[in-house]
């Protein structure tokens, strides 16, 4: 409901949800409100090998990287979660500047999702998965998953992301086979490739210093939404 009371009217929200019956339940149910597009994915042919009790999680981390899919010609996406909440008015103004670049927020007190950013080759600069939603030029997805694909060196992007997992697996120190995170690692490959494009917010401990962030950056920006599962950020274990 915090996207009710929070977005703009004029932006369109879409949930997207297993094609399966106990989702299509919950829509003809009323639980879900009629102004949100509603989208059924069917279970990518690459994950029926993988354990019943993590297809659902991993088939939600591939969904993200296809999320320019349903922007309808919009050239920015916010990506949240479902146990993210907004909390605060003009979420518009917080998400982008005054010169409409999209605002992206990085913790360096913790390194969660490590392992993701390592596994591509790219150089972690901070946390990206804490602070939410993730704002992205769509535009960029495609080039996030031609560079994933390239690093993997796969035919496909399902090949490579079902690669990328397999690694992450089997190093994940907090979340073992759950320690793929697209913001993570979307937001570490535009910190490196794309950076001007963005507006960058990072945090960093009392005290410490960073080689990575410019003075500029580490300019604390309102937060309009709460990620619930990582809220104690700096100082989650």
Sequence with gaps: MSCAWFLPPGWPVHVILDDDEASRRLVTSGDIPSWVNVVFEALPAFLTNVE??????????????????????????????????????????????????????????????????????????????????????????????????????SRSFEEAFYKLWLNVASTGKHLGPLALSPQALIGAYLYQFHRHAYHWSALIPIGSRTADWAKKDLCASLRGMSHLKYFALPYYE
């Design 52 to 153: 019943v009790g993590l297809q659902g999680q991993l088939r939600g981390m591939f969904s993200q990287f296809w999320a320019d899919n349903y922007t309808q010609g919009s050239s920015l996406v916010a990506i949240s979660d479902s146990d993210a909440v907004f909390h605060m008015m003009g979420v518009e103004r917080l998400l982008l500047t005054e010169d409409s670049k999209p605002v992206i927020w990085s913790s360096t007190g913790t390194d969660i999702f490590f392992e993701v950013v390592d596994a591509v080759g790219l150089k972690w600069v901070g946390e990206f998965m804490s602070y939410l939603p993730a704002v992205f030029w769509t535009d960029h997805l495609l080039l996030v998953r031609q560079f994933i694909q390239q690093r993997m060196q």
